[in-house]
Nanobody, 121 residues
């Protein structure tokens, strides 16, 4: 019910926008987020946005480079990634959860299958 797209191979310093199409009933009531998992590492929180699109929250090392947004009319969530670094290489997952704390903690009700982002140096 969450389908990510937009991942690909890019060079360091490039920009990329990931998209997440949601097919969740009451989507406009759900907080949405992005997580990522690099090879050999645990999945980690990247960014979150509340149901209204008013409030957002970021992992420290992506703040100022990544921007999360949503279009409730289209049931879409986006992650704009700028100034990409090789350390940003990972599979990126979209997540949806009605409880903000559970979303940020990685305990979301809904998860996508992921989209691969590879940043070459």
């Amino acid at each position: 019910q969450l389908v990510e797209s937009g991942g690909r191979l890019v060079q360091a310093g490039d920009s990329l926008r990931l998209s997440c199409k949601a097919s969740i009933e009451f989507f406009t009531s759900y907080n949405m987020g992005w997580f990522r998992q690099a090879p050999g590492k645990e999945r980690e929180f990247v960014a979150a946005i509340d149901w209204s699109g008013t409030n957002d929250y970021y992992k420290a090392d992506v703040k100022g480079r990544f921007f999360i947004s949503r279009d409730n009319a289209e049931y879409m969530v986006y992650l704009q990634m700028n100034s990409l670094k090789p350390d940003d290489t990972a599979t990126y997952y979209c997540a949806g959860e009605s409880n903000w704390g559970r979303l940020v903690a990685g305990l979301s009700e809904y998860w996508g299958q992921g989209t691969q982002v590879t940043v070459s140096s």
